[in-house]
Each structure stands twice: as structure tokens, then as C-alpha cells.
């Protein structure tokens, strides 16, 4: 008997601690149905270690039609991702979110819009970046991620090896990688880490970090901080 916790799932995957939410407040019947319908549809392929234990890579050429394809790492309610989706139609998009709330957002504003570039992953980034296949990605966002404020939660923060090393690996060489918090701790952590991983931080003065993109779109969030009086950091990054 031992009560070592176990380094693998029942399925094979490494075992990999998750500190977000999964689940919030009750969703509307609307939503639950749109999460019925829509999700598998809207899958980039088989991600999860039950349907895949493999790991084999998606085929992402096929999914989108041979089309660029840009990541969005925690989507939150959807409104870039449908966004982008919008302007960029020659783009494919996979957006990645574990909160099943915002998956139902997003596939409401789908239903909405109806683009038709646009694959959801309701899970872990880091299942999602174990089968792209190397250098296959052209574009990531992380837009105001969960910033852990205490010292001792950093280490739950995205901007470290356990998440950077292996998007640097699905990244093309030269593809952007953009970062937008309102957290000036989580902007200090960025600096320190994304360079680390292979990044360029391509800042040449301070508009670079105070203005937004050209093709952005304010998020509930980023309203959120500047109601509460925070100041948005706008970072952009090449891969190496």
C-alpha cells in the first residue's frame, strides 16, 4: 500500500496538476444545448488522451483546409477569438478554454457570426500542444490570463517552462506570440521567462507595450481592469 500519488492516468497521460476552474455559476439551457450540439463538431481533431492515447498529430491541414493556423490560449468569453476569426477568414483559428462557461459563450457568439475558420479544444493548452505537430502554428495569443497574485501561485502562471517550452515547439520559426495582462508582476514574470523559451521581445519603445494591436478588440476583461483602474501591457514576441 502506498499513497504516493500515482504519476500517470488510468489512460497513460503524465499526470498534470490543473489550478483553474472547470466549472461556474449554472449555465442557461441555451447554453448547455449549444455545448450538446456544437462542441465535437467544432473539435480540431482528437486531443484527449482517451481518444487518442497515442498522441498522434493532428492533421491540421486537413481540419482547416491547408489554411495558417493562430492559438489563442484561454479564450475566457470568446470575443477576440470570433474577432479575429471575422477579419482573418484565410486563418485558421484553435482557441483552447477548460472553463465550460466560456466554451458556452464562444458557441453562442458562433451561432451568432457563423464563422467557419474556427476549431474549439474545451481543455488544457497542454493536451492540445502534445499533438500539433512541431512548428505548425503561425500565430498564438495568451490575453489576460489568470495571474495567481500570490508569490507562492506563480509557478501556476502560464509564462513558465511547463507551458512556454512546448508552445515554442508548435511554433514556427518567426511566428508571433502576443500577451496582454493588466498585471505589472505578471508583465516582470513574461519578460524573465518568454526569452527564455525562444522568444524575442520586439518592444523598441514604450507605445509598443502601452497601445494595443492594430486588429484588437476589447475584451470583458480588459474592461473589467480598467474600470478597477489598471493599466493594460500590450507584449509582443517572435519565436527564434
Known amino acids: 500500500m502506498t499513497d504516493k500519488k500515482p504519476t500517470h ?23 448547455k444545448s449549444w455545448l450538446e450540439a456544437d462542441l465535437a463538431a467544432l473539435s480540431p481533431g482528437a486531443v484527449g488522451w482517451d481518444e487518442n492515447p497515442d498522441r498522434t498529430p493532428l492533421d491540421l491541414a486537413a ?22 476569426a471575422a477579419l482573418y477568414p484565410e486563418i485558421g483559428f484553435i482557441g483552447c478554454e477548460p472553463f465550460v462557461n466560456g466554451v458556452a459563450m464562444l458557441l453562442g457568439k458562433i451561432r451568432e457570426a457563423k464563422p467557419e475558420n474556427i476549431a ?18 503561425d500565430k498564438a495569443f495568451l490575453l489576460y490570463p489568470d495571474p495567481w ?70 475584451t470583458r476583461y480588459e474592461q473589467k481592469a480598467l474600470r478597477e483602474g489598471r493599466v493594460p501591457h500590450y507584449l509582443t514576441f517572435r519565436r527564434n
Open 9 to 31: 492516468h488510468p489512460s497513460g497521460a503524465p499526470w498534470r496538476n490543473f489550478y483553474g476552474r472547470f466549472r461556474g455559476k449554472t449555465m442557461r439551457d441555451s447554453q
Open 63 to 84: 481540419r482547416f483546409g491547408g489554411k495558417p493556423v493562430w492559438v489563442e490560449v484561454g479564450f475566457g468569453g470568446g470575443e477576440h477569438l470570433v474577432h479575429q
Open 120 to 137: 474549439v479544444h474545451p481543455g488544457d493548452a497542454r493536451d492540445l500542444f502534445d499533438v500539433l505537430p512541431d512548428g505548425s502554428v
Open 149 to 218: 497574485p500570490k508569490k507562492r501561485h506563480h509557478r501556476r502562471r502560464f509564462v513558465t517552462p511547463e507551458h512556454l517550452e512546448p508552445l515554442a515547439r508548435v511554433l514556427k520559426s518567426g511566428a508571433e506570440f502576443r500577451i496582454a495582462t493588466d498585471i505589472p508582476d505578471y508583465v516582470r514574470q513574461v519578460l524573465e521567462e518568454v526569452p527564455k523559451a525562444g522568444f524575442t521581445w520586439l518592444a523598441e519603445g514604450p507605445e509598443d507595450w502601452r497601445k494595443p494591436w492594430s486588429d484588437w478588440i476589447s
